[in-house]
């Protein structure tokens, strides 16, 4: 990977001096996350630019440093304005504003502030290449106006890929308020950009329906969820090495919890649960990743000796780190039920090991997994607690670890991400590729 920091107006002269790339298609991303973050909406999309390119695509990306989930920028990149070429995509960084206290308002500056610097650097971008698809990518909906204006402008379709309802979340959570004129402001620009766009593709049913409902027409919403990669992430995969190298002892139980560490995930639950069994030493909630909630986190793991906190883990060895848990633990508020859908979900079924979920009865999340996991109340800490025991004591059963599987075999890369093209890049009718897109789901 190679990064240079430059201005807007070098932009020029980096596309000026670069030879054409040939390709089937010319595709023009524009997302506020891309790679190499790991976590979320950056991993998928950054898996999707790199398989678009190696299919032979032209593919453009405007996107921002990598900032997520710590809300700071991953050296070796800076808070500016960049190019670099990455896994045979050519990338223009823009700046966002970021803060350490990313909350309330401030969460809706970032998105906002990167809206503002990328505009005219995604303009001049599809301006200039005359894509034939822009794709755009939720979380942010702010980009949306400029993605519009300039597809219309050269004739390029327009899809949004729906990871995040995010005006709902916003809202539902209390990042701004709970409800009010800015709501209703907000509901309007949400449902004006939803209508503008010649496909949505999102990544559940529940999230399709609310689009829907939105005033979009149901021909044009394609399902297709997040998938994992199963060579990457295999059951039984050997982690002794992983537990001594962590300092866990080998008879530890591990409740562990990996991924974005914000207020949507509901991770207060967790250190909740680990108070309620701090007299059990044999438990050890291990809980690995970077967001808002860490600093609460570390407080919680200062005073509970049950309780460790590390950072991401390589992605190199991701898989094998999924295998150091004995249990997963999945939970999320109550709130953000069906506003998105957990993208670690993958990674935690295809490890085959049991998983503690917190979610209510009727949502997609407790439908798609069915009896193959634990289901808890959310913002139950007792409940969570009980469960994390009850596993404890019993260990896996063969049919519920063949369930995951089953699933995960579902949630495979392979077929979702050719699903996910097919659907983005129109290259056959909606009805058959929703038909398809919902057999994967």
Not at 12 to 30: C, F, K, L, W
Not at 46 to 65: D, S
Not at 182 to 188: E, I, M, N, T, V
Not at 425 to 435: E, G, I, K, V, Y
Request: net charge negative; hydrophobic share 45%; charged share 20%.
């Amino acid at each position: 990977m190679t990064v240079a920091t430059t201005t807007p107006e070098a932009f020029a002269q980096v596309q000026d001096g670069a030879s054409p790339t040939t390709g089937r298609e010319s595709i023009v991303i524009y997302g506020i996350n891309y790679a190499p973050e790991i976590a979320g909406v950056g991993r998928y999309s950054g898996e999707i630019g790199a398989y678009l390119a190696a299919e032979g695509h032209a593919v453009c990306v405007v996107t921002a440093p990598p900032h997520y989930p710590g809300w700071r920028v991953q050296a070796p990149h800076r808070n500016g304005w960049a190019y670099e070429a990455l896994a045979g995509a050519e990338i223009y960084r823009c700046p966002l504003y970021l803060s350490e206290q990313m909350k309330g308002v401030r969460r809706l500056l970032a998105p906002l502030s990167f809206a503002a610097s990328s505009a005219p650097v995604a303009l001049w971008s599809i301006l200039r290449r005359r894509p034939s698809v822009v794709l755009v990518v939720e979380p942010t909906l702010f980009v949306a106006p400029m993605a519009l204006l300039a597809a219309r402008l050269v004739g390029a379709r327009t899809v949004l890929h729906v990871q995040d309802l995010e005006v709902e979340a916003a809202f539902a959570v209390g990042h701004l308020g709970q409800g009010g004129l800015l709501a209703r402001l907000a509901g309007a620009f949400d449902q004006a950009m939803a209508r503008s766009f010649d496909r949505i593709v999102t990544i559940s049913n529940r999230m399709a329906e609310k689009i829907i409902d939105k005033g979009v027409e149901a021909s044009k919403v394609e399902v297709v969820r997040n998938w994992v990669d199963l060579d990457q992430v295999r059951p039984d995969q050997d982690a002794s090495a992983y537990r001594r190298e962590l300092g866990i002892a080998e008879d530890a139980f591990v409740a562990l919890y990996s991924g974005n560490l914000g207020a949507k995930q509901g991770v207060r639950l967790i250190w909740e649960a680990a108070e309620r069994l701090r007299d059990q030493p044999e438990i050890l909630f291990l809980v690995a990743g970077d967001g808002p909630m860490r600093p609460e986190l570390e407080k919680a793991a200062a005073r509970l000796p049950n309780l460790r906190l590390v950072g991401f883990q390589p992605e190199a060895r991701f898989g094998e780190f999924l295998s150091v848990a004995d249990v997963h633990l999945l939970p999320q508020e109550r709130e953000a039920a069906d506003l998105l859908l957990p993208s670690k979900l993958g990674g935690m079924l295809a490890s085959a090991k049991p998983v503690i979920v917190t979610a209510d009865e009727g949502t997609e999340l407790a439908e798609f997994l069915g009896a193959s996991c634990r289901m808890t109340p959310p913002g139950d800490a007792a409940a969570l607690a009980q469960a994390i025991q009850e596993a404890a004591a019993s260990g896996p059963t063969p049919e519920h670890r063949a369930q995951r599987l089953a699933l995960a075999n579902q949630l495979a890369k392979t077929s979702g991400i050719n699903l996910f093209t097919q659907a983005a890049l129109f290259l056959q009718p909606s009805d058959a590729s929703s038909d398809a897109s919902l057999k994967a789901a």
